[in-house]
């Protein structure tokens, strides 16, 4: 289940099930939304992306839904690895004159894939 | 897909020394921006670095503060000056390619 740790939301999954990591952006004109994984001690590692035309998109064991109407967004991973474990950033693209290409993040949840 | 380094990877500095941030990415880019992540918690944007004309600067930071060049269109640096251990962070370079946006591996800062 979810928990709010002293940073971040934590997501316990076992191996095997699958995770859904939730996301609310803030921007109702962003066009572009990416997940990113983050390992400890690495950069964000890209994961999947979606437009705003789109409402789901699917890749390797991962799936990302959009809501426009309640500006949420969800990342689902299927059968759930230990190497799944990371903390996973939602990110919207402003889309103003002035902010091409400029991304805002969301809080970030660490998921941990129990045995 | 576009691969970014950086370096320093990591750095342990004095407080009021400055460190530069260099990151060089393997294609021309045109947009190039740096982060800021603070321990345990979400990315920040610094400013935007486009080649040839000066960075571009979100609310809170300072060009003062925060110095980047951009000499080209596969490199960057950012400074961090003055620094005081609220400064301690990871520093991230990141870059718009034709897919998507890459990051590089971040630059872990300590200031003591």
């Known amino acids: 289940g979810e928990s709010v740790g002293l940073h971040l939301p934590t997501l316990s999954v076992q191996e095997g099930d699958n995770s859904i990591i939730n996301c609310a952006y803030s921007?109702?004109?962003?066009?572009?939304f990416i997940w990113y994984k983050q390992e400890s001690g690495k950069g964000p590692q890209f994961i999947i992306d979606i437009r705003s035309n789109m409402d789901k998109r699917q890749g390797q064991r991962v799936t990302v839904l959009l809501n426009k109407t309640v500006k949420h967004l969800s990342l689902q991973i299927a059968a759930t690895q230990p190497g799944d474990s990371a903390v996973y950033f939602c990110?919207?693209?402003?889309?103003?004159?002035?902010?091409?290409?400029?991304?805002?993040f969301g809080a970030g949840t660490q998921v941990v894939v129990t045995p | 897909s576009a691969v970014i380094s950086q370096k320093p990877s990591r750095d342990i500095c004095q407080r009021g020394t400055s460190l530069t941030i260099q990151c060089q990415v393997d294609s021309q880019v045109t947009m190039m921006f740096w982060y800021r992540q603070q321990p345990g918690q979400s990315l920040t944007l610094i400013a935007t670095a486009n080649q040839g004309s000066e960075a571009t600067y979100e609310s809170g930071f300072v060009i003062d503060k925060f110095p980047i060049s951009r000499p080209n269109l596969t490199f960057s640096t950012l400074t961090v000056s003055n620094m005081s251990p609220e400064d301690s962070s990871i520093y991230l370079c990141?870059?718009?390619?034709?897919?998507?946006?890459?990051f590089g591996p971040g630059t872990r800062l300590t200031v003591l």
């Open positions: 921007n109702s004109a962003s066009d572009y």
């Open positions: 990141s870059v718009e390619a034709p897919d998507t946006q890459y």
């Open positions: 990110a919207e693209r402003l889309l103003t004159t002035d902010s091409w290409g400029k991304l805002q």
